[in-house]
């Protein structure tokens, strides 16, 4: 029951437009990307390596596919979170706006039943979007642009890993950047639960990620307590993994705070949901 409610629920997902707006846009996003730094990659990297020229000698293709698919990660993975909560966040809400829950919650499937599917079904959809972030960043960047040793800029100092030392990296990356991903699902989730309509949990999701976010970043003592407990704050957490050496404690610290945020969350919307009043 709980498969084929999730199968459903995934056709929704598929049968909405919007659910390839952010597909639509990782990929032509990357692609500029790609191309650009297909054109004028070497000056890019020469602004950042200018500084080192002097006293490091390169040798070898610093701007290579790894590199390349280092530096979209970075920069997109701040977006996607928006692309997310603008379809998980309508999994609940839409079906009120449009009266279908009714007919839904009257069928002799349990509450708890049709809202984790929806769950799944998000967080199958996050999964979609990661790996479409995956192929597009990290195979077709090394298709383009070859594979090689990995240059990479912290406040600190540089890093540079050995082209043997990297895939795992971006695998286990990309797996907390998925459960990141998932959180911010799920808060969309339980707040269309709260929800006749999809604006509502879509920019409410948006805006506690600003507020939060905000308030991570200021350095202000009073804030030094609540910001280590932002799930915001642990967004970033696939960035441990190119740490050398390897921060575990903060990786198993940041992996418990969005794991125990999804769990706080879904208890919330299950509680919500199960509340639900069908006919108002």
Excluded at 132 to 147: G, H, P, T
């Amino acid at each position: 029951m709980l498969f084929k409610s999730t199968y459903n629920e995934l056709l929704k997902i598929a049968y909405k437009p919007r659910s390839y707006i952010g597909l639509g846009g990782i990929i032509i996003i990357i692609a500029i990307i790609l191309f650009a730094m297909k054109v004028d990659g070497n000056f890019y990297i020469s602004l950042i390596t200018g500084q080192f020229e002097q006293s490091l000698l390169f040798e070898g293709t610093i701007l290579n596919g790894n590199l390349i698919a280092y530096i979209i990660i970075q920069m997109l993975i701040i977006h996607v979170p928006l692309l997310i909560a603008f379809v998980t966040g309508d999994l609940v809400s839409g079906e009120s706006a449009m009266g279908t829950i009714r007919l839904l919650l009257t069928k002799p499937v349990s509450r708890n039943t049709i809202l984790f599917s929806k769950f799944l079904a998000s967080c199958i959809y996050t999964l979609i979007v990661i790996l479409c972030l995956v192929i597009m960043s990290f195979v077709l960047s090394k298709f383009l642009f070859d594979s090689g040793d990995l240059m990479v800029l912290k406040s600190d100092g540089l890093i540079v890993f050995q082209e043997g030392d990297i895939s795992w990296r971006f695998f286990y990356g990309f797996a907390i950047a998925f459960l990141s991903l998932v959180t911010v699902a799920t808060l969309a989730l339980t707040l269309s639960c709260f929800s006749e309509n999809s604006i509502g949990p879509i920019v409410t999701t948006m805006g506690i990620i600003l507020l939060f976010t905000i308030i991570g970043s200021m350095d202000v003592p009073i804030f030094d307590t609540i910001r280590p407990l932002l799930f915001t704050t642990h967004m970033a957490a696939w960035r441990y993994f190119f740490d050398d050496p390897l921060n575990t404690e903060s990786i198993v610290y940041s992996t418990s705070i969005l794991l125990a945020h999804i769990l706080v969350l879904l208890s919330i919307a299950f509680y919500k949901f199960n509340k639900k009043d069908i006919l108002s």
